[in-house]
């Protein structure tokens, strides 16, 4: 009862962001329903007149229906140079077309042949025979399939908030990242509720279509272009720079950063667009030309994008000379100074059992390696600088490896199912939960300073970036950030406002 009131209050609080994010996930559902509509039910006709090819373009179409879907709108940022709700709505439309394109072959395939030869004898042309006979007899089959593929794109639609397409999935995401109910139900009731009414209005238009040819159903998809149609031609605006953020807090505070700093001093329009996964997501948006600059740390530049290790023992300087020298030789891409904070990886469990365990340090756990278990994020443990690397370095595996989301880590140690998480040690959650950093006395992990990375064209073409960007050179403690992503984790703060309150109080904004 208490999670449902909370997310009551937030609703009450958020109810502006709420019927955005609602209008978001209605248009981008209908328009790839519509885009999967016209494309399956003509697509269907057709094979039913081509059966020798059908079984060949219906396995194709299901190929695309066993692509994981977070790799798919992944995928379809670098195919199709964007990220927002046009990939979105193609990798969307993908997912649906199985079903539709289905069961529009099955319902006209399976038309009694009697009836078919009766109206061919009849003098009708194969066009008004489909049009009389075909397809008032096949509608209920052909409605199923896009029954199903509506609630299908419904409930995957949540996932387009990891590439910036909006949608009642940014805040699921959010209460993922930050292991709050309220904002996840906030996000799931409405996008099951949404299913069961699209399903419901599918329904009654099947029954009414009965004995009434196909006049209501063109009636609803008359309805639903209006609805789809009327708002794009705002969608294309961008502004001249896009500033974009991973997934968390951190990202999303220092992208505000970025965006008021450039506001201030020149006259530049600048958006934000956060929330956009992990690393490879961000590095593919950057790359498409989606966004212009993002935060990237120096240990994952290295590690994750360069595929290269520092030296054992190297020290921040050289960690971020080595990243910045390297993102300019293979990307041509510039990476402007750090700020302080170092926000690199540990190894962190609850106080009063690393206590009990008498572990300070990584190498203490290889005595309990088949006895405690490990909840990582999905990241973490495919990386050379994380579990991976922490392997080889520290020369033992654990028995018991969890992988997570990493909102849900922090969940799971704090309810017991995991004995320690990988974190970062500008986490709000280390405090919150009162972990315990354990020492790196192999240092495995390199430095991972903030620092603003962007194509060498764009400096070309705004070179005050650089000025105004390394304003942040230095800047930021460990404990600084810690508080900014606790005020927005925790205390539900909007990240553009503690962005401009640490600005202004710093002397950074006027």
């Known amino acids: 009862m208490g999670t449902f009131q909370a997310m009551v209050e937030l609703f009450l609080e958020r109810q502006g962001t709420f019927w955005t994010l609602m209008w978001e996930h209605v248009h981008m559902s209908l328009l790839s329903l519509l885009c999967a509509v016209l494309i399956s039910v003509p697509l269907g006709i057709y094979l039913s007149r081509k059966r020798k090819i059908a079984e060949a373009i219906i396995g194709a179409a299901a190929v695309l229906q066993t692509i994981p879907s977070l790799a798919l709108l992944g995928f379809m940022i670098l195919l199709l140079n964007q990220i927002g709700t046009f990939p979105a709505v193609v990798a969307l439309t993908a997912y649906a077309l199985l079903p539709i394109l289905r069961n529009t072959y099955t319902g006209i395939k399976g038309v009694d042949p009697a009836l078919k030869e009766a109206a061919t004898g009849m003098g009708m042309s194969s066009f008004r025979r489909l049009r009389k006979i075909e397809l008032p007899m096949a509608i209920p089959v052909i409605m199923a399939g896009i029954r199903t593929s509506m609630v299908l794109i419904v409930g995957t639609a949540t996932l387009a908030a990891l590439i910036s ?9 959010t209460g993922i990242d930050r292991a709050n109910n309220a904002y996840i139900l906030l996000g799931a009731i409405p996008a099951a509720l949404l299913a069961l009414f699209f399903d419901l209005i599918l329904r009654i238009t099947e029954r009414t279509s009965q004995g009434k040819a196909l006049t209501p159903i063109v009636v609803v998809l008359a309805v639903s272009l209006l609805v789809v149609f009327a708002p794009l031609l705002s969608f294309n605006q961008k502004s001249e720079l896009v500033i974009g953020g991973k997934v968390g807090a951190e990202p999303e505070i220092i992208a505000n950063m970025y965006k008021h700093l450039i506001g201030e001093e020149t006259n530049i329009s600048v958006t934000v667009e956060s929330g956009l996964g992990s690393t490879d997501i961000a590095f593919n948006a950057l790359s498409a030309d989606e966004v212009d600059i993002y935060l990237e740390f120096t240990g994952t530049a290295l590690t994750a994008l360069l595929n290269e290790q520092p030296e054992r023992g190297s020290n ?15 990307y041509d891409m510039s990476y402007l100074e750090p700020m302080q904070f170092n926000n690199t990886y540990a190894i962190a469990m609850k106080e009063d059992q690393a206590e009990e365990l008498g572990i300070d340090n990584i190498s ?13 994020t999905f990241e973490f443990a495919d990386r050379e600088d994380g579990y991976i690397g922490m392997q080889e370095v520290y020369g033992f595996s654990f028995d018991n490896v969890e992988t997570m989301d990493q909102g849900l880590r922090t969940r799971a140690v704090e309810a017991g199912e995991v ?13 919150e939960y009162n972990l315990f950093i354990l020492e790196d006395d192999k240092n495995l992990f390199p430095p991972y300073q903030g620092a603003p990375l962007m194509k060498q064209e764009t400096l070309e073409e705004y070179p005050e970036l650089e000025e105004i960007l390394n304003q942040h050179s230095g800047e930021i403690s460990d404990e600084e950030m810690q508080q900014m992503n606790y005020m927005v984790d925790y205390e ?13 109080e710093n002397g950074f904004l006027n």
Do not use: C, H, K, W
């Open 165 to 173: 397409a909006g949608g009642l999935g940014d805040f699921i995401m």
């Open 316 to 330: 921040e300087e050289e960690v971020y000379e080595q990243a910045r020298e390297g993102m300019n030789r293979e």
């Open 364 to 376: 203490d756990m290889e005595e309990y390696s088949d006895e405690l278990t490990a909840g990582f």
């Open 419 to 431: 004995d320690f998480i990988d974190a970062y040690s500008t986490d709000a959650d280390v405090v």
């Open 492 to 504: 539900d703060a909007d990240p553009s406002e503690v962005a401009r309150e640490y600005l202004a």
